[in-house]
């Protein structure tokens, strides 16, 4: 079955240290995207790639950081200079111009 | 900027209908409806681009208003799967979209 797959849904992490969060596709699509959704809000982008080995800062890019070796993987690193970083992480993928497929989340907790 | 959806949240009882309004200060290419259920990842709905094509998977309709940058969701005749929260995702350019705050639905029996 193709779709997106993100590890973990649940995450739980000390102040101070970075965490990396998984996002794999298998739809060969070419753009991935990373979203940030607080409690009651909507989504946020923080970094999206178009092709691999290229990537784009989104709306709340501080903080994060983000790689795209290979078509299939988007892994997302939350970092400790990002000062609020618990929240609901999700990744999504597309072809050019058309729906984003998103995977089921990693629920980030900092404490 | 975040595009503006209204209204915020909206009661049904089944079998009612809805609009969900999505206003943008820019001008649009596309726009991509979505809906949320609690907890889950948002599920695509809709996607209405610039020059008048569409593609969508459920029996729910929208309207695109290029001049004006509005787009319009309706929900004609609400069955209980209808509840969660709507998104509309703006694109201007590229692959880019940008996130509404959504609308909250709640249809009852």
């Known amino acids: 079955d193709g779709g997106i797959t993100q590890s973990p849904k649940y995450l739980f992490r000390k102040e101070g240290q970075n965490v990396t969060l998984s996002c794999e596709q298998n739809l060969n699509h070419d753009a991935m995207y990373w979203y940030r959704q607080d409690p009651g809000q909507g989504l946020r982008l923080i970094y999206y790639?178009?092709?691999?080995?290229?990537?784009q800062k989104g709306d709340i890019a501080e903080g994060y950081s983000v790689s795209r070796e290979k078509k299939e993987s988007f892994p997302l690193t939350v970092t400790s200079a990002q000062k609020n970083p618990t929240a609901f992480y999700l990744c999504?993928?597309?072809?050019?111009?058309?729906?984003?497929?998103f995977g089921p989340g990693t629920r980030l907790t900092v404490t | 900027q975040q595009p503006v959806q209204s209204p915020q949240a909206v009661i049904l009882r089944e079998g009612e209908d809805a609009v969900i309004n999505c206003s943008s200060s820019?001008?649009?290419?596309?726009v991509h409806w979505y809906r949320q259920k609690h907890g889950e990842a948002p599920v695509f709905l809709m996607i209405?681009?610039?020059?008048?094509e569409q593609k969508g998977h459920e029996k729910i309709s929208a309207s695109f208003n290029e001049k004006k940058q509005q787009s319009s969701l309706y929900l004609t005749a609400s069955q209980l799967s209808y509840s969660g929260t709507y998104f509309c995702g703006t694109g201007a350019a590229g692959n880019k979209l940008t996130f509404g705050g959504g609308t909250r639905v709640l249809v009852k029996p």
């Open positions: 999504a993928s597309s072809t050019d111009y058309y729906e984003q497929y």
């Open positions: 790639s178009q092709i691999v080995n290229d990537f």
């Open positions: 820019k001008a649009l290419y596309s």
């Open positions: 209405l681009l610039k020059g008048g």
